[in-house]
């Protein structure tokens, strides 16, 4: 399942690229999309309709959700603002800047390792931004730092409150993001192509790829599930190599390969004394 979602989810740069609409009009879209589809699926899994499992989860799962948002708002802006491989690139350390996050907000314990991963992890980040000074790529390698700086808090409050489930947290984070970028999107004159992209990434790959991956975590350790990550940054740099002709810089390929690199070592970690998982919510 794992394979899968991460195999589904990289396929989502590059359709935001193809669309070809303003970074809000596919904010919107996406979040639309996002939103019906997990109105349709959150009852399917809980057996409550989106609004009242949202009420059920309280303020965590309002912030829970306004974190999704925020951060698929990031990737987004991203997309659009420098290249595909510099935005999966950064978005990759997500693993081990979480530990970082978690080692400071929850107290947990962090390994020589793991910290040896981290600080790899953010040379990597800073040498591929170092490529993007001067030709106006860097606002969108800060997008990207965003959108991981919000995702991994978001993954922060899913660790301390692991009965939150998740599927409504993405819904929340859909709705958020249509009803925030309506103010500064246009979509009445988006094309039907558009749309049709948008509708097949924000309701069917992007929530059938996050609920994989979410799943997976009840059959596999989180630290497991992490070293399937790389799988997404390969396969959307790939994509948007042979399709939109859009090659990795120097930069982006060595500041990628250490990103990864640190990514398996740290995930690696984490499988030393791996205990059987518990189900997790939906």
Do not use: C
Not at 10 to 16: A, D, K, L, R, T
Not at 142 to 159: D, P
Request: no cysteine.
């Amino acid at each position: 399942m794992g394979v899968a979602g991460y195999t589904v989810i990289s396929f989502e740069s590059f359709g935001i690229r193809v669309a070809g609409l303003s970074e809000w009009d596919t904010a919107f879209w996406f979040g639309l999309f996002t939103a019906i589809a997990m109105s349709i699926l959150v009852p399917t899994r809980t057996g409550r309709s989106l609004p009242a499992a949202v009420k059920d989860g309280g303020w965590v799962m309002v912030a829970s959700g306004t974190l999704q948002a925020t951060s698929t708002i990031f990737f987004i802006l991203a997309i659009q603002y420098t290249t595909v491989s510099n935005a999966v690139v950064i978005f990759a350390a997500t693993p081990v800047l979480a530990a970082l996050v978690a080692h400071v907000v929850l107290k947990e314990r962090t390994s020589a390792r793991m910290w040896m991963a981290i600080a790899a992890s953010i040379g990597g980040i800073l040498i591929v931004m170092s490529g993007s000074f001067g030709d106006g790529r860097i606002s969108g390698d800060l997008f990207a730092v965003g959108a991981i700086s919000a995702y991994t808090a978001n993954l922060t409050i899913w660790r301390k409150n692991p009965e939150l489930r998740r599927t409504v947290a993405i819904g929340l984070g859909g709705l958020i993001m249509a009803i925030v970028s309506a103010l500064m999107a246009n979509p009445s004159t988006v094309n039907l192509k558009a749309v049709l992209i948008l509708l097949l990434l924000g309701g069917l790959l992007g929530p059938a790829g996050r609920v994989s991956v979410a799943s997976s975590t009840r059959y596999l350790p989180t630290a497991q599930v992490s070293l399937l990550g790389p799988i997404e940054t390969l396969g959307a740099t790939a994509w948007a190599w042979l399709f939109l002709a859009e090659a990795p810089a120097g930069t982006t390929m060595i500041g990628g390969g250490i990103v990864l690199v640190a990514v398996l070592y740290g995930a690696a970690a984490g499988l030393r004394g791996m205990r059987v998982p518990v189900k997790a919510p939906g």
